[in-house]
Nanobody, 121 residues
Framework: VQLQASGGGSVQAGSSLRLSCAAS????????MGWYRQAPGKQRELVAT??????TYSDSVKGRFTILRDNAKNTAYLQMNRLKPEDTAVYYC?????????????????WGQGTQVTVSS
């Protein structure tokens, strides 16, 4: 499974960006897709995830970011509105899938290469 993230860039505070994450390869049962970010000197943190049951967001982006998924294209999107300088980070997409072998379920995580988002004040 390969993930290709795109859509990052440099914008001013208050602007919008839309990130895309396209998954390809032998994809079986997707549990969830999500976006994470890592700012310089900080740990990678969860931004948003989407499953068949719904979405979750970090408190810092709730109300400003929206995660979407096109199941037919195996693509996840992150619509980011009202961007702030503290949103500056490298954004990574992640896909979690499960493989069933007999009575056993094996979960796998796949990561994209990251896309830089820079927000200036």
């Amino acid at each position: 499974v390969q993930l290709q993230a795109s859509g990052g860039g440099s914008v001013q505070a208050g602007s919008s960006l839309r990130l895309s994450c396209a998954a390809s390869g032998s994809i079986f049962n997707i549990i969830d897709m999500g976006w994470y970010r890592q700012a310089p000197g900080k740990q990678r943190e969860l931004v948003a995830t989407i499953t068949s049951g719904g979405t979750t967001y970090s408190d810092s982006v709730k109300g400003r970011f929206t995660i979407l998924r096109d199941n037919a294209k195996n693509t996840a999107y992150l619509q980011m509105n009202r961007l702030k300088p503290e949103d500056t980070a490298v954004y990574y997409c992640k896909l979690k899938e499960v493989s069933l072998v007999g009575p056993h379920a094996y979960e796998y995580d796949y990561w994209g290469q990251g896309t830089q988002v820079t927000v200036s004040s």
